[in-house]
C-alpha cells in the first residue's frame, strides 16, 4: 500500500460542475474501517449525502443478510447490490428486481475441485451462506462477516441455487481453480480473483456478464441517472467496472494499486477514514 496524500483542493476541482444522483459504496475495506466498523463520522458523511437528495447504494461482495446490520445504522432506503452483482435486493420490501444464478453445473464442480484440494468453499444464496465442510477460513470469514455459516447435511444440497460460490485459499491453488472451470465451462461463468489478508486469496464465481459495476449502472437507469451521474468508492479489483465507469471514482487509501491506476482520485485508507474524508469536501455542512 503506498502512502496517500490526501488533497481536498484537487478533489473540488474533479467535482466541481458535477451534478450526481447516486453514491455507491463498497463495504469491507472501504465503507467500514479495519475492524468492520462504521464509525460515527462516516455515519455522518453517508447520512448527509442522502439528505443531499443524492441516493445512496451499497454494492458489495457480502450476501444481503450480511449487509442489513450496515443499513440500519446508515438508516438508508435498504436498496443493495450484492455479491458482486449478482443480486440486487430492496431490503425495505423484500423485492429482488434482478437474481442471475450460478450455472449448477459450474458450482457443483468448483465445490468438488475445492475440497478435493482442501480449500474452503461456500454456497452463497440470497441471504444465508452454505459451507461444504469446517475449515479455519470458512470460521474466519463468518467471524468477519458477523454471520453464522450453514452446514448442509453429507450428501445434500443447499435449498436454493447459488447467487455467488465462494472458494478461499491461496492464490495458486485458486488460480488454478479459475483455469480449470474457464477451460471446462468456456463462458459459462464469470470469476474475480481478489486478495483477502495476508498471503490469503477470494475466487468468487458467477453468472457471465454480472459485476458491481454492470448492477450499479442498472439500477441508476431505473432511477433516471446515468453513470456520468455516479460517484463510487471502492478499494479492491472487483470495484474495477464500477470505478472505472462512472462519473467520479475514488479509490482508498488501502486499494489495490490497480484500482488506484483506474481511479480519478486516491483518498485516505479506511483506517483513517478516508470516505468521510472525501464525502466531507464534496458534501460540505452548510
Known sequence: ????????DRLRALAAGRHFGLAAF???GTLLDTHHRLTPATVRAVRRVEASGVRVLLATA?????????LELLATPGLVVAHNGALVCDTATGAIPFRCAVDRQVALAAVQTALAGGLAVHFNGDERVYAFAPHPLSR???QELGITLDYPEAGCAP??????VLVIGEFAPLDALR???ACAFAERF??????WKERIWRLQLRAPATSKGAAVFAVARTLGIIPTEVLAFGDNLNDSELIAGCGLGIA????VLELQELADFVTLDNAREGVARALEVLFPKH
Open 1 to 8: 500500500m503506498r502512502t496517500v496524500a490526501f488533497c481536498p
Open 26 to 28: 463498497d463495504l469491507d
Open 62 to 70: 457480502r450476501t444481503v443478510g450480511a449487509i442489513r446490520p450496515y
Open 140 to 142: 474466519s470469514y463468518g
Open 159 to 164: 435449498p436454493e441455487d447459488p447467487v455467488s
Open 179 to 181: 483455469t480449470q472451470l
Open 190 to 195: 464469470a470469476a474475480v480473483l481478489a486478495p
Open 252 to 255: 482508498m487509501g488501502n486499494a
